[in-house]
């Protein structure tokens, strides 16, 4: 199946750092998603992406969709010990327009240690 | 409004057990959604349905059945519980399947083992 390629696999950053992790994918999707996991908990979305370029905030988060659709990033900036967690991006594509043939791909995810 | 919820949170079954977990969401959401989470394998969607009255496989459907009980419920079986099962799952509703602005919600997950 789809393989997304996420990176890096776990930072150790300093509070205050800005941070900045991607993914990549050898398939073309039409929307990238980033969420957030804690500990014993499911994930939240952080930020949807729907168009390729498109580049979008939510507060210190920036992510973009890649040109090519392959790819995307995601930044923190100033980074806060409430960031520590797990990152998740994600890759959504819908092949058909009834319900069969919908992929959602995640990648592995990025460990986020904030040291304060 | 609690958002999506699953029950058990935790779970211990033994080999060829069966059990069903269950997801109800109260947001009105016509999609829900299954997927496993193992260790440095990220979230892995197991059965999706994308409105009320399909079902559809994911990227790991083997060794799983589901239901979707009526809108609000979506049930995941295990008719034979394997080793190969222990994992954390995770229920998910979006208002539709794929759309600007619908978005997934996750529950809090079901953490089971097979012994």
């Known amino acids: 199946g789809q393989q997304l390629n996420q990176s890096p696999q776990s930072m150790f950053i300093q509070e205050g750092e800005d941070v900045s992790m991607n993914c990549t994918s050898s398939s073309i999707f039409n929307t990238w998603l980033w969420y957030k996991q804690d500990p014993g908990e499911g994930p939240v979305l952080l930020i949807a992406l729907y168009k390729a370029g498109e580049l979008t905030s939510n507060g210190r988060l920036t992510a973009q969709f890649g040109i090519t659709r392959k790819d995307s990033f995601l930044n923190i900036s100033a980074s806060i010990p409430s960031d520590v967690g797990i990152y998740f991006c994600?890759?959504?594509?819908?092949?058909?327009?009834?319900?069969?043939?919908?992929?959602?791909?995640f990648g592995k995810g990025t460990l986020l240690t904030v040291n304060p | 409004n609690a958002g999506v919820t699953q029950t058990p949170k935790f779970q211990v079954l033994k080999t060829g057990q069966s059990m069903t977990l269950q997801c109800a969401q109260d947001m009105n959401h016509n999609s829900m959604y299954w997927y496993r989470q193992d260790p440095g394998m990220g979230l892995r969607l197991i059965y999706y349905?994308?409105?009320?009255?399909?079902?559809d496989k994911g990227e790991v459907p083997n060794g799983y059945n589901v239901s979707r009980l009526n809108k609000r419920e979506f049930s995941l079986r295990l008719e034979s519980a394997a080793p190969s099962q222990t994992s954390v799952y995770f229920c998910?509703?979006?208002?539709?399947?794929?759309?600007?602005?619908?978005?997934?919600?996750f529950g809090p997950g079901t953490r089971l083992t097979v012994l």
């Open positions: 994600a890759g959504q594509l819908r092949l058909n327009s009834g319900g069969s043939n919908y992929k959602l791909t």
């Open positions: 998910a509703s979006s208002f539709r399947l794929v759309r600007v602005g619908d978005t997934q919600y």
């Open positions: 349905s994308a409105s009320e009255g399909t079902t």
